[in-house]
Each structure stands twice: as C-alpha cells, then as structure tokens.
Nanobody, 120 residues
C-alpha cells in the first residue's frame, strides 16, 4: 500500500511564499512522474506542475515563472515552491504520483490535499 502525504499549506499574505511537500511512503519500487494539481470549490481539478523522474518539468501557464516543482528521488518526495502568491491561488492543492509498487504494479496515487489560503 502506498500513501502520499502533503504538507506545507496554510495561510500566507499576498506576495508571500509557501513550499508544499509531498512525501510518498509504502511499498514503492519507483516513482515515474510526480505532479501537483489544484482544485477550487465546484471546479475540476487542474494540473499546476509536473516533473518526471529525470527532472523534466512542465507547468500550467498560471504557474510559469511563479512556481517551481522539484523532487528528491532518494526520499520519494516532491516539492512545489510557490512565490508571489495571489488571493486567487486560494484553493486545495493535491499531489499525485505515477509509480510502480514493490509488486511491480503500476499505480496512480493521490494525496489528501493541502489547503492554501492567500489573504489580500
């Protein structure tokens, strides 16, 4: 069984920064891509940023130049550095991982989400 646990969300003033962390644990063989999504109430979940095992990244247009995704393969952990935050970034952020379990089963896992609130 694999778990993804996000942390680092919270309340920050506009213009401030937060660093989200996604820690994967359990029966993991290897993690392919890791990604961060955001979901506002009543809306679909949308991709914020994605990073492959080799470090290739892609970002939503709204995240380019403002957010930075990274990962530590040895720790099975991903990060999302968010700078120059705006009130409209007040949503729940979810981590996902495309991975191979120890039993060599490919799986797509999600964390429980972490709330980010940006005050004006």
């Amino acid at each position: 069984q694999v778990q993804l646990v996000e942390s680092g969300g919270g309340l920050v003033q506009a213009g401030g920064s937060l660093r989200l962390t996604c820690a994967a644990s359990g029966s993991i063989f290897s993690i392919n891509a890791m990604a961060w999504y955001r979901q506002a109430p009543g809306k679909q979940r949308e991709l914020v940023a994605r990073i492959t095992r080799g470090g290739s990244t892609n970002y939503a247009d709204s995240a380019k130049g403002r957010f930075s995704i990274s990962r530590d393969n040895a720790k099975n952990t991903g990060y999302l550095q968010m700078n120059s935050l705006k009130p409209e970034y007040t949503v729940v952020y979810y981590c996902s991982a495309d991975l191979w379990t120890a039993g060599r089963v490919r799986d797509d896992c999600w964390g429980q989400g972490t709330q980010v609130t940006v005050s004006s």
